[in-house]
Nanobody, 121 residues
Framework: QVQLVESGGGLVQPGGSLRLSCAAS????????MGWYRQAPGKQRELVAV???????NYADSVKGRFTVSRDNAKNTVYLQMNSLKPEDTAVYYCSAVVRRYSSLPSRTYWGQGTQVTVSS
């Protein structure tokens, strides 16, 4: 199996920063895209930022210029540096990874358990 373990969430004041981490482990042949989604109460899960295996990144318009996604391929880990946080960034943040477990199998998407980020004074 594949496990994604997130860390780094918490409570922060508006304008503050947090850094999320997500490490993938288990039976992994290769990982394609890794990234972050979030879900606020009463809303659908939405893309925050994704880093493809080739290094290209994609961000939600609402976080461009404030959030940075990066990854350490040697550690199967993806990070999300969040600066200038706003109350509207409050949500549960989920890590995702497109993983191929064996060379003979197709890739599939795995999800972490989620970590709460609360931006409030």
């Amino acid at each position: 199996q594949v496990q994604l373990v997130e860390s780094g969430g918490g409570l922060v004041q508006p304008g503050g920063s947090l850094r999320l981490s997500c490490a993938a482990s288990g039976s992994i042949f290769s990982i394609d895209a890794m990234g972050w989604y979030r879900q606020a109460p009463g809303k659908q899960r939405e893309l925050v930022a994704v880093d493809s295996k080739s290094g290209s990144t994609n961000y939600a318009d609402s976080v461009k210029g404030r959030f940075t996604v990066s990854r350490d391929n040697a550690k199967n880990t993806v990070y999300l540096q969040m600066n200038s946080l706003k109350p509207e960034d409050t949500a549960v943040y989920y890590c995702s990874a497109v993983v191929r477990r064996y060379s003979s199998l197709p890739s599939r998407t795995y999800w972490g358990q989620g970590t709460q980020v609360t931006v409030s004074s």
